[in-house]
């Protein structure tokens, strides 16, 4: 971790203490913590940021069955707008606004809301960046229409549906997320197929043992789909293609789980924090500080492994707490 300059021009400006940088699980409990402790944050909930409302991921499913306390399940709009309603209580003051720049070279950090209507930064003695990331997709002809109705990029999240339970299900990739959502989609599908481009698995050898030798488990290589297909209500098959041969067929699968990689939104703060090679934000392990001091990361912006919900929510009470304990150690000195 570098010690960061200070910025005395910006001294006589107002600096706030903390500042929130997106509205998912990780942003909303860091909010909640924060806010409890009396340091005012602001959080920047972003307006449809990296192409997600305000809530992050969440808002774009249907049920969460696997975030305690809601044994019944919640809705995923629901949910966020719950955490939201929380941060507020406490006293968050929540702005509509994407952040679209920000200067980490010097304390305090500046930021700047997209559609500003003066040049003057935001200035904060501490930041959280929580901006998480998207699953990639396809974007394949008719998967506008089933997504999320027998399409999707999250098994453990989706795989216990109805929907899925005793069908044939597909999944694509051939990383270690696709070995992992396959073997965890055996749970409740009849079969699962996992279609890779090419002719081996990109996936660890373990990983890979374990998917090639599950008896539900049929690993299809040099294999691509070319269009999801349906009832009208719900996918029944893919069309597939044999990159080899040219082949095409339809296989009949009720569902399509994508494990085709993550991409975390940290555009603006690409070359001012450590990363790794994916693009996700390094963090000394065991806590959320980034490379730059004062800059915490939270949530799927920095895990590319667990990405949940309740994960997510868990960095982001550490990255309250390290900024409070920073902010508490610098008011003492
Ligand atoms: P996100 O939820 O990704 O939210 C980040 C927010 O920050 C977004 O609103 C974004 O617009 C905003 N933002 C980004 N950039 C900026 C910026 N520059 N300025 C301001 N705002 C910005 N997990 C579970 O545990 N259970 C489930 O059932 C489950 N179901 C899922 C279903 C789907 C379809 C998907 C896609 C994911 C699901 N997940 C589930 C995973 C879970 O949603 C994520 O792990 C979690 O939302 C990550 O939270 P986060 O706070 O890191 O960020
Ligand atoms: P990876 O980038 O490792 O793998 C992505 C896979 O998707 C590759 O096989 C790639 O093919 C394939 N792919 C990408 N784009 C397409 C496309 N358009 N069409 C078809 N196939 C495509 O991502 P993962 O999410 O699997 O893993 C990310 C990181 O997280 C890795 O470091 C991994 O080790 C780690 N991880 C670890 C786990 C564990 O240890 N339990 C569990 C999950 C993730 P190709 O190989 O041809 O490029």
Known sequence: ????????????????????????????????YLARAELSPVMYEG?????????????????????PGFPEAIGGSELMDRMR??????????????????????????????????????LCKTLVISTGATAKRMHLPGEDQYWQNGISACAVCDGALPLFRNKPLAVIGGGDSACE?????????????????????????????????????????NTVATEAKGDGEVLTALRTKDTKSGEEKDLEVNGLFYA?????????????????EDGYIKTKPGTTQTSVHGVFAAGDVQDKVYRQAVTSAGTGCQAALEAERLLAEEEEA
């Open 181 to 221: 959502e396959a073997t965890y989609l055996t749970k409740y599908a009849s079969e699962v197929y996992v279609l890779v481009r090419r002719d081996e698995l990109r996936a660890s050898t373990i990983m890979q043992k374990r998917l090639l030798n599950h008896p539900k488990c049929k690993v299809l290589f």
């Open 260 to 276: 085709i990689g993550h991409i975390p939104a940290t555009s603006i703060v690409e070359g001012q924090l450590d990363m790794w």
């Open 85 to 122: 309603a929380q941060s507020v209580r406490f006293g968050t003051d929540i702005r509509t606004e994407t952040i679209s720049k920000v200067d980490l070279s010097s304390r305090p950090f500046k930021l700047w809301p997209q559609f500003a209507e003066d040049d003057d930064p935001i």
């Open 47 to 67: 307006m449809l940021a990296n192409g997600i409302a305000a809530g992050g991921q969440l808002t774009t499913t249907t049920e969460v069955e696997n975030f």
């Open 1 to 32: 971790m570098s010690s960061t300059p200070v910025d005395n021009d910006a001294q006589s400006k107002k600096v706030l203490d903390v500042v929130i940088v997106g509205s998912g699980p990780a942003g909303h409990t860091a909010a909640i």
